[in-house]
């Protein structure tokens, strides 16, 4: 059982637990918005298909990885701008698509 | 909206315990990795996210990126109209039907790595009947050390392979379209065209979406055959992503790098996937709606 419960072989760290903790509580909340509001609340927004609010998540998600990976490819500014980039457009798309 | 049968998500459970292990908990740990080097013996340093700029600058990956992507791009387009075409030639009645899909299911059955060895063979100069058979009718053959055989032997042998599966997906769409729908097509004497271009790929558009994700999601993690073929060369010719990914992780036993590296890949696989799979059900949508409209 302690062989079991030892993650040090996952080499995990506080930045990375952050990141996983913050990604399973949006999930978590997603969960909660759909149990009082359920149906997903589809639209047709600014891509011309209709998205549900975990399609957006989704969106904002993926959306935000390529905006860190075009970040670090092609700025040298700090990353934490490029963080502030994603969560404008996660507003964007939660709002508008 | 009332929610119903809300129960029934418990018997989704297991399989979400068998995902988590067999995919979750491999992924955050290479992403633990991309933020780290290793030396062994289990130990790492942060390197924050200086891999993944190592990785974006380096035109190792461009060139294993753009390879790849030609690939697939040939394969989706090669593979998705010749299936559509045999599917749209096998007969839909009688005991030819059952030698046709056995026929089709063949190369399906057979292993990756086998198919690699089976067209590793066959090609040879010295004694693969392709091989032989080109050199003797005068054609300068050699994808061990030309570069355009060797695509064209990787190409073939994918569509040798999996075009099966498009024809069977595709003919499983088309065998469940009613006859009523041909008999109205002939009596507004439609043209061959005309019946397909607005009976049978409208209704063979689900399966078909099918199709092209598994392909171009499979040709795209393609390792196996190539490798076993061609191992990546002539030079690195035909090093796709996959292979360069290995060399790299096991090859060099660069962790970090590597890690960053199949996250980027994993990023891109989902982007297009995801580009394919809302496009072609927006398409789907689309033709619905407009048919509603009628």
Redesign the interface.
Known sequence: MEGLLDL??????K??AI??IAIATLLSLMTVWEYFS??GAPRVGLL???TTRGDRL?VSL?GS??IC?GW??FSSAS?WIGLGFCVIYALVVFLWV | ???QHNKAWFMVLPMLLVVAVSAI?PL??V???S??D?FGN?E?F?VG?EW??EI??SERFHNALQRTLLFSGLILVIEIPLGISIALAMPRRGIAVSFCLVLMALPLLIPWNVVGTIWQVFGRVDIGLLGRGLSSLGIDYNYTQDVFDAWVTLIVMDVWHWTSLVVLLCYSGLVSIPEVYYQAARIDGASRWSVFRFIQLPKIKRVLLIAVLLRFMDSFMIYTEPFVVTGGGPGNATTFLSIDLVQMAVGQFDLGPAAAMSL?YF?VI??LS?VFY?VM??LD?DSNSAGRGR
């Open positions: 040090s072989w996952m080499a995990w760290t930045p990375t990141f996983f359920p149906g011309r298909f209709e989704f993926l990885a390529f990976l670090l490819a990353l | 909206m009332k929610m908990i955050m740990t992403v633990n990795y933020v780290q290793s289990n790492f942060w996210t993944f700029q974006l600058a980027i990023l989902l982007l995801w809302t059900t927006s949508n």
